[in-house]
């Protein structure tokens, strides 16, 4: 699903204009970015975190120059969904 989808299903689902279906979504979608920014996770009951994982320094290797180049260590955004969201998609197939 695209955020263009996104935001026609909560058009037709609330009737709410599209452009400030759209100027919400995007507004939500700036306020998670800049949380983590910040180092701050957001939480979100009965969804899930947002969060930033830590992957730590390692040696890459290029093969075909048969050369190793270190990887510094560096934050990547992650998102772990709760309980209640795993449980409801658990067992789709």
Same mark, same amino acid.
């Not at 983590?36 to 969060?51: A, D, P, S």
């Given at each position: ?7 026609e299903?909560?058009?037709?689902n609330t009737?709410?204009d ?5 100027? %919400?979504?995007?507004g939500?979608?700036e306020?998670?970015? /800049? ?5 701050? /996770? %957001? ?7 947002f ?5 730590k320094?390692?040696v890459?290797?290029?093969?075909s120059?048969?050369?190793? %180049?270190? %990887?510094?260590e560096?934050?990547?955004?992650s998102?772990?969904?709760?309980k209640?969201f +795993?449980? +409801? ?5």
């Amino acid at each position: 699903m695209t955020k263009s989808e996104i935001v026609e299903s909560i058009n037709a689902n609330t009737g709410i204009d599209r452009n400030d279906v759209l100027k %919400v979504v995007e507004g939500y979608m700036e306020i998670v970015k /800049n949380s983590l920014i910040k180092g701050e /996770n %957001v939480y979100l009951r009965g969804f899930g975190t947002f969060g930033l994982k830590t992957r730590k320094q390692k040696v890459a290797r290029n093969i075909s120059a048969k050369t190793s %180049v270190i %990887v510094p260590e560096h934050n990547i955004p992650s998102f772990k969904p709760s309980k209640e969201f +795993m449980a +409801m998609v658990k067992d789709i197939k």
